[in-house]
């Protein structure tokens, strides 16, 4: 059977066969409307009774899509067997959530951001911060434990999203000579002010505030902290705000 547990997915697309005109390859026309609708069509994949299994990628969630034999609908959902298997998983793993971790994944290495702990830690998790945040300057607290036992780095991606002086206290981090040490005494006086703001930003820092921005748009957060990580399993997790104790060791590993 097939299970939609959300009602802005349980979508069923009955649709002619007129071409839309393929974004990518060239597939049956309710791909190629959904396609249209902003769906990123991954791969194909086999499915049971007659239908095809389409992954798709609807911002950063997966999705199941499933063409009916004629290859005249399209079904959005989850596919379960018998015995209460998910069908879907597997294939949603192998062909979005891997090639989606990689992704993102680059484009969070090549952003603007600060190096926070050892460039030995054998796990990195990068946050959006912005330098007026009382959450970021939480998790950054909480997070002190495994930096100096060198099993983490945090990589600050500058934001200025908060207050009139967030950008210019980003500039500030941004231009200082030693970086990570301007970022450490902002944390440890974040409640007497933090960095005194630049009074002028350069362009060149003004351009990388506006990429890194743009790029935390584009991940769908709207918050700071947002954190990203790999779980386990080396799947890309997103958490915003500021973790409780409990989600911690999830982010950054065991003590």
């Not at 974004?23 to 095809?52: C, H, N, R």
């Not at 949603?92 to 989606?100: A, G, H, T």
């Not at 009382?134 to 909480?142: A, R, S």
Request: glycine share 8%; charged share 20%.
């Amino acid at each position: 059977m097939i299970k939609m547990p959300f009602v802005k997915f349980a979508l069923i697309f009955s649709l002619l066969a007129a071409s839309l005109g393929a974004q990518g390859k060239d597939w049956p026309a309710p791909i190629k409307s959904l396609e249209a609708q902003g769906v990123e069509v991954m791969g194909t994949f086999a499915a049971p009774d007659g239908l095809t299994g389409y992954a798709g990628l609807i911002g950063q969630h997966p999705l199941a899509i499933y063409l009916t034999a004629d290859g005249k609908q399209a079904i959005i959902g989850t596919l379960i067997d018998g015995n209460g298997n998910d069908l879907s998983q597997e294939p949603l793993e192998r062909l979005v959530k891997k090639p989606m971790t990689v992704k993102i994944w680059n484009q969070l290495e090549k952003s603007t951001w600060i190096e926070d702990g050892s460039k030995h830690a054998q796990r990195v998790v990068y946050v959006f911060t912005d330098p007026n945040c009382p959450y970021c300057n939480k998790f950054w607290n909480d997070a002190q434990p495994w930096l100096k036992a060198g099993k983490v780095q945090l990589r600050h991606i500058i934001v200025a999203i908060l207050t009139p002086t967030s950008a210019g206290k980003a500039a500030a981090l941004l231009s200082a000579k030693d970086q990570q040490a301007a970022l450490t005494q902002m944390e440890l006086h974040h409640a007497s002010g933090g960095i005194k703001p630049l009074d002028r930003i350069p362009a060149s820092i003004r351009v990388q505030l506006d990429a890194n921005q743009k790029l935390m748009e584009q991940l769908g957060s709207s918050a700071t902290p947002a954190i990203f990580y790999k779980d386990e399993s080396g799947d890309l997790e997103k958490l915003e705000g500021a973790p409780t104790p409990e989600v911690l060791p999830k982010i950054l590993g065991p003590r």
